[in-house]
């Protein structure tokens, strides 16, 4: 029998009729429920909200200013000549210096793999709830992989309205509780890895270093795949609740494979821009390390998903990380950052988050 949930804020819309908003409580996480007094102290009268008066293509209750990132055109890398190889380079140097993320085309992987990998993870997220937290025993992942909601939050700034399975991509062959799951992340994580140390050995020579670092020290067994889901949200207005707090990430790159929903969401010149989809596109972000690498030259930046209060939205994040052991140090000198391992560099982000409810990130290790 499918058990559901109403979840109600009073709202004010143009030309709507009153219709209930039935949340489906079997897959999605118990948030409300869970962490009834954590949004008690914050949101005092919970209502009704209108499904219908909520445009599912308008982004009014989200944006604060919407862009088109930079967009990046891989062909020229391999067919173009070598005036447009070197245009392309500079553009994506560019990018990482004054954006800190970008969107990249004709990227090298396949749109039938990133179809599979959106079919798969919509059906693992589909799993009834009570499955999903015994990930280890119904899914075959990892004991720890699923996560769900803030445990650390003590205020609703600090508490993020989204599942998500976190895969390291050391065995991830018989992860899933799918035959066919492991197969398609194993096709992903090839292809986008080899994408990763692509864009990683641009950024080096862009610095002027012909640098083997990201190939001895990145692998395929140092990094993880964050599969996301984000459920709608009955409270997700008025920066209430977020499905992704502000945050940096602590990684070289980021590249992101989203739905078309929108919600993500960075800080460019002192204001929050949200992202506008593009179907064709890859996403690239540069995280922390790169900016301590790279001595402050490409930013590591603020991003955030915003939720929806109707649709929900889907993304997969590939993380390229470093084993823990790695040497941190800036590429130029003076150095404005210290040097640290990649271990300490966590170990510091979970000490903040636990004492203080948010990372600190880089500002720890400054000179």
């Known amino acids: 029998m499918m058990h559901a949930t109403l979840i109600y804020k009073s709202l004010t819309f143009r030309h709507t009729t009153l219709q209930p908003l039935i949340i489906n409580m079997d897959a999605d996480p118990p948030f409300h429920k869970v962490y009834?007094?954590?949004?008690?102290k914050t949101i005092k009268n919970i209502n009704y909200i209108p499904q219908n008066l909520v445009n599912k293509d308008d982004n009014e209750l989200f944006v604060v200013e919407e862009c088109e990132l930079p967009i990046i055109d891989l062909n020229r890398l391999c067919f173009g000549t070598e005036l447009e190889r070197e245009k392309c380079k500079t553009e994506i140097a560019r990018a990482s210096k004054e954006w800190g993320?970008?969107?990249?085309?004709?990227?090298?992987?396949?749109?039938?793999?990133?179809e599979k990998m959106r079919f798969e993870q919509k059906r693992?997220?589909?799993?009834?709830?009570?499955?999903?937290i015994k990930e280890d025993k119904y899914l075959k992942?990892?004991?720890g992989s699923y996560r769900w909601g803030t445990p650390s939050a003590t205020n609703?700034?600090?508490?993020?309205?989204?599942e998500a399975f976190h895969i390291p991509l050391i065995d991830i062959s018989h992860s899933g509780g799918f035959d066919s799951f492991g197969t398609v992340v194993q096709q992903f994580a090839m292809t986008v890895s080899n994408l990763a140390q692509k864009l990683a050995k641009i950024l080096a020579e862009k610095m002027g270093h012909e640098s083997t670092?990201?190939?001895?020290?990145?692998?395929?067994?140092?990094?993880?795949?964050?599969?996301?889901?984000?459920?709608?949200?009955?409270?997700?207005?008025?920066?209430?609740?977020?499905?992704?707090?502000p945050h940096t990430d602590s990684d070289f790159l980021t590249i992101l494979h989203q739905d078309q929903v929108g919600g993500l969401q960075l800080v460019k010149d002192g204001k929050w821009i949200a992202?506008?989809?593009?179907?064709?596109?890859?996403?690239?972000?540069?995280?922390?390390?790169?900016?301590?690498?790279?001595?402050g030259t490409y930013v590591s930046v603020q991003h955030r998903v915003v939720t929806n209060p109707v649709v929900e939205r889907f993304s997969t994040a590939y993380f390229f990380c470093p084993a823990y052991d790695t040497v941190i140090q800036s590429c130029c000198e003076p150095?404005?950052?210290?040097?640290?391992?990649?271990?300490?560099?966590?170990?510091?982000?979970?000490?903040?988050?636990?004492?203080?409810g948010s990372k600190i990130g880089l500002s720890r290790f400054l000179v």
């Open 124 to 132: 693992i997220f589909k799993q009834p709830f009570d499955k999903k």
């Open 335 to 356: 150095a404005i950052y210290k040097e640290f391992s990649f271990r300490e560099y966590r170990q510091q982000v979970q000490a903040d988050v636990q004492k203080l």
């Open 36 to 40: 009834e007094n954590l949004f008690d």
């Open 141 to 143: 992942f990892p004991s």
């Open 101 to 114: 993320f970008f969107q990249i085309v004709n990227h090298g992987i396949s749109s039938e793999i990133l």
């Open 156 to 162: 609703l700034g600090q508490f993020s309205w989204s």
């Open 275 to 295: 992202v506008k989809p593009n179907p064709e596109a890859l996403i690239i972000n540069i995280g922390d390390l790169f900016q301590a690498w790279s001595n």
């Open 213 to 245: 670092f990201f190939q001895e020290n990145c692998l395929p067994s140092t990094c993880y795949l964050r599969m996301n889901h984000y459920p709608p949200c009955p409270i997700a207005l008025d920066d209430q609740v977020f499905g992704l707090t």
